[in-house]
Nanobody, 124 residues
């Protein structure tokens, strides 16, 4: 499975960005796709995840109510709509793929495949 993430950039606080991640290869029909982020000097942090079959979603506490994860099953893609961005949202955002997932997980170890990361910078 290969993951291609895009959509990062520089935005002012309060603004919005939309990240995209497309999965290709032998994805199967039942999987979970998610987003994590890592700021300099910090651990990689769970952001959001979506179960492909059910559409169920979960979010990290720091983004709940501001970020929305959605899917396009025809393209095996997920999107992360980020609104009301804050400087503390600045990080490299990574797309992740759990091949066997029926339930979304916040744990990094649940995800077998990772994208290359896309930088999001929020200026104050």
């Amino acid at each position: 499975v290969q993951l291609q993430a895009s959509g990062g950039g520089l935005v002012q606080a309060g603004g919005s960005l939309r990240l995209s991640c497309e999965a290709s290869g032998r994805t199967g029909t039942s999987y979970v796709m998610g987003w994590f982020r890592q700021a300099p000097g910090k651990e990689r942090e769970f952001v959001a995840a979506l179960v492909k079959r059910s559409g169920n979603t979960i979010y990290g506490d720091s983004v709940k109510g501001r970020f929305t994860i959605s899917r396009d099953n025809a393209k095996s893609s997920v999107y992360l709509q980020m609104n009301s961005l804050k400087p503390e949202d600045t990080a490299v955002y990574y797309c992740a793929f759990d091949m066997s997932g029926q339930y979304a997980s916040r744990g990094r170890s649940a995800y077998e495949y990772w994208g290359q990361g896309t930088q999001v910078t929020v200026s104050s």
